[in-house]
């Protein structure tokens, strides 16, 4: 029973792991890009939030105005970081990013200050016992929540015009252009859904902790950045499957291991990816030309 208690907990913290690297993986899938700005963005969009309710908002909105904010940070770092040098070296659009995370990071720190602020629980705080189990409201949230966002950002994907567009361009860029696909317009969206999807990931994050703070996005893009690995990055159903496994496994492991918590279930990844290199589920193999 306790063992089921742990996969749960895990499952409840590699939700989050799984939305922070869908928004990861939905940037390189389409431009074989990695976004170090993703975890500044979701901490951005937490802080925001938190600004937000602490201004008299209710929290709905306030976390509305939160993925509102993470959102157009994601397409401001697009247009100003991106964009000019996309056609670079790979390294120089990664390197842009960077530097814009640790603006977005200066801005935060800036309005709020650098310490551990107090973030609403969405529930209010209480269990929900079913047998010998006990499983809080706030992760049974964090865990309905995250599920539904992933599965609507597929379906986004699947069955929308925006989505087709997306795919098109992690296709083929030129061919996507040639048939008329707006491709700037395109991967505007694509930073737009991206940041969205790890603001959601890291506004559960901080529910579960119930705090922000400044160097919560560099923790969560760690994770959401191995969670992407792990499932193949580029790969959305990857990403999903690659956090559920780093939660799991940070949280069946940890009771024994202590400090070295995360130390360990590293060492079990790079195991996984000793023997599937390209990820659980494979991934998207990008080349620029």
């Keep these: 029973m306790e063992?089921?208690?742990?996969?749960?907990?895990?499952l409840t913290i590699g939700s989050t792991y799984a939305l922070v690297a869908i928004g990861f993986s939905v940037v390189y899938g389409a431009l074989g890009l990695v976004n170090f700005a993703h975890g500044d963005i979701l901490m951005a969009g937490a802080f925001s939030t938190y600004g937000l309710y602490t201004l008299g908002v209710p929290l709905p909105l306030a976390c509305l105005g939160g993925i509102v904010v993470g959102s157009l940070l994601a397409v401001a770092v697009e247009e100003v970081a991106v964009r000019p040098v996309l056609t670079q070296h790979l390294l120089i659009p990664m390197m842009t990013t960077l530097g814009a995370g640790l603006i977005i990071r200066n801005i935060v720190e800036r309005i709020w200050g650098n310490g551990t602020l107090p973030f609403p629980s969405f529930t209010g705080g209480g269990y929900v016992h079913i047998g010998d189990l006990q499983?809080?409201?706030?992760?049974?949230?964090?865990?309905?929540?995250?599920?539904?966002?992933?599965?609507?950002?597929?379906?986004?994907?699947?069955?929308?015009?925006?989505?087709f567009a997306i795919r098109a361009v992690a296709q083929d860029m030129t061919a996507a252009r040639l048939m008329g696909v707006p491709v700037n317009r395109t991967i505007?969206?694509?930073y737009l859904t991206g940041g969205a999807m790890g603001v959601v990931g890291g506004l559960l994050y901080a529910n579960t902790l119930e705090v922000v703070y400044l160097g919560m996005g560099f923790a969560v893009l760690l994770k959401g950045f191995a969670a992407a690995i792990v499932g193949g990055i580029g790969n959305l159903q990857g990403a999903m499957i690659g956090g559920l496994v780093i939660?799991?496994?940070?949280?069946?492991?940890?009771?024994?291991?202590?400090?070295?918590?995360?130390?360990?279930?590293?060492?079990?990844?790079?195991?996984?990816?000793?023997v599937r290199p390209t990820g659980l589920l494979g991934a998207r193999i990008q080349e620029r030309v």
């Design 3 to 10: 063992l089921l208690q742990q996969i749960i907990n895990g």
């Design 135 to 163: 499983i809080s409201k706030s992760a049974v949230v964090t865990l309905v929540v995250a599920f539904v966002a992933m599965f609507a950002f597929l379906a986004f994907l699947k069955f929308t015009k925006a989505g």
């Design 188 to 190: 505007a969206v694509v």
């Design 247 to 274: 939660g799991v496994l940070e949280s069946t492991v940890g009771p024994a291991t202590g400090s070295y918590r995360d130390a360990v279930a590293f060492v079990l990844l790079i195991a996984i990816l000793l």
